[in-house]
C-alpha cells in the first residue's frame, strides 16, 4: 500500500479519529469557558413558550395601540436578567421588513419612524411574563404583521400578531385617464391624496365589502389585481367565480397600471362650502385657506365618507382637480342606488363648491 493510505488506515485504528460535527456543543454547550447556569438551563427540559394575540388587533389612524405578546417557562421558573425582547415587522410572506424595537431589561431601543412612538410594556400574570409593544400615533403603513421574538441564552422563541388599520381602498387614476401609473408613481399618488398603496388584505376586506372594480391596479407588493363581485365578460369573464383578479408581480417601471389606495381614519374634519356662482378650482382652494383649512384630499373624502358618515348631495372641488361628492343615504337625482363616493372626473371648466379639510 502506498504509505499514506497506511497513514490514514493507522491514524483510524488507533481511535483517534472524531465524526464530523459542526462545533455546536463544544462552543456554546460543553466548553470549559460556557456559563455553568446555560448548561443547567439547557439540560433541565424547561422550555420557552411565547404567545401573541390569535386574532387581529384593529386599530386605525393616530390612533394608540398594544400589540399584545406574552412568554413563560414550563416548567415555570423566573426569566433571568439577559433576556432579550425583539420586535419586527414584517411583509405579507412573513420575510422581516424592518427592526421596530429591541428591549433587554429596562433598556429600550426603537427604530426607524417607530422612534418616540414604540416602547414595550413588562409585566407579569400568573406565571406569564409581558413583552407586548405599545405603539402612539399609529400610521397608515404601520398596518401589517409584527413578530414578537423573545431571546433567553440559547433559546429564542416567537409569534405573530396582525395589525389591521379600519379604513377604506378607493380606486385612484390621474387626471392622464387610465392604465397612466407605473408602481412608483402609484405609491406617489396616493400619498398626495392622503392614502398609501393598498394591501391584498385591504382589497381583500373591502372586496368583501362591496368593492367591485374592473380596472387593475397597483397594490404594496407590486402585484396588480382588482376585485370583482359581479363576473363579466370584459372583467376576466362570466365563467370566473366572484374574487380577486391577478396579473401577480408586474416590473415596477415598465408596466403601468391604475392604483388602490387606502385611506383611514381621520384626525380632523371634512366640510363642503359653496357660493351661489360656484368657485374655479383657485377660487375654491382659497375658500378653504380662508376657512382656516385647506383643500380636501380624495382618500379624504373617502375617509369622511366611509368613517364618519359624510353625505352631501353637492359636488366639490377636491385637491387633484377632480369633482367628487359623497353618498350615504341613495336618493333621487344624487346618482346611483348604492351609496359611495361620485366622481364628475377632472373638468377643465366648470364652477362647483369645495371640500376642505382642518384639522382638529
Known amino acids: 500500500l502506498p504509505l499514506l493510505l497506511k497513514a490514514t488506515l493507522l491514524h483510524l485504528a488507533s481511535g483517534s479519529y472524531h465524526p464530523f460535527h459542526n462545533g455546536f456543543y463544544y462552543n456554546h454547550i460543553m466548553n470549559d469557558n460556557s456559563d455553568e447556569q446555560d448548561k443547567v438551563d439547557y439540560f433541565s427540559g424547561s422550555r420557552l413558550v411565547v404567545e401573541t394575540s390569535r386574532d387581529p388587533v384593529y386599530s386605525y389612524n393616530g390612533a394608540n395601540v398594544t400589540l399584545p405578546c406574552r412568554y413563560r417557562y414550563e416548567p415555570d421558573q423566573e426569566p433571568k436578567l439577559k433576556i432579550r425582547i425583539k420586535w419586527s415587522k414584517l411583509r405579507d410572506d412573513y420575510t422581516k421588513e424592518q427592526d421596530v424595537m429591541v428591549a433587554v431589561g429596562r433598556t429600550h431601543v426603537a427604530f426607524g419612524d417607530f422612534k418616540g412612538r414604540a416602547h414595550i410594556r413588562q409585566a407579569g400574570e400568573a406565571g406569564w411574563h409581558e413583552a407586548s409593544l405599545v405603539i402612539s400615533d399609529v400610521r397608515l403603513k404601520d398596518d401589517g404583521k409584527f413578530r414578537c421574538e423573545v431571546i433567553d441564552g440559547l433559546e429564542d422563541e416567537s409569534d405573530v400578531v396582525d395589525l389591521r388599520l379600519q379604513g377604506i381602498v378607493f380606486p385612484y387614476q ?73 396579473y401577480g408581480p408586474r416590473h415596477r417601471h415598465l408596466h403601468r397600471f391604475d392604483a388602490f389606495c387606502f385611506s383611514s381614519a381621520l384626525k380632523g374634519e371634512v ?63 344624487c346618482g346611483p342606488a348604492e351609496p359611495g363616493v361620485r366622481s364628475f372626473g377632472f373638468p377643465r371648466k366648470g364652477r362647483f363648491g369645495v371640500f376642505c379639510y382642518r384639522e382638529r
Open 174 to 246: 390621474p387626471p392622464r385617464g387610465q392604465y397612466r401609473l407605473n408602481f412608483h408613481e402609484a405609491e406617489r399618488v396616493c400619498q398626495d391624496q392622503g392614502a398609501i398603496l393598498a394591501n391584498f388584505n385591504q382589497l381583500f376586506q373591502a372586496w368583501s365589502e362591496g368593492l367591485d372594480w374592473c380596472n387593475a391596479g397597483w397594490l404594496a407588493d407590486g402585484t396588480v389585481q382588482y376585485p370583482i363581485r359581479l363576473p363579466r365578460k370584459p372583467c376576466g369573464g362570466v365563467h370566473l367565480a366572484p374574487g380577486i383578479r391577478s
Open 271 to 333: 366640510f363642503y362650502l359653496e357660493r351661489p356662482a360656484g368657485m374655479t378650482l383657485e377660487e375654491a382652494k382659497q375658500s378653504c385657506q380662508d376657512a382656516g383649512a385647506e383643500i380636501a384630499r380624495v382618500g379624504q373624502l373617502y375617509s369622511a365618507w366611509k368613517l364618519a358618515g359624510l353625505d352631501r348631495c353637492n359636488a366639490g372641488w377636491l385637491a387633484d382637480g377632480s369633482v367628487r361628492y359623497p353618498i350615504v343615504t341613495p336618493r333621487a337625482n
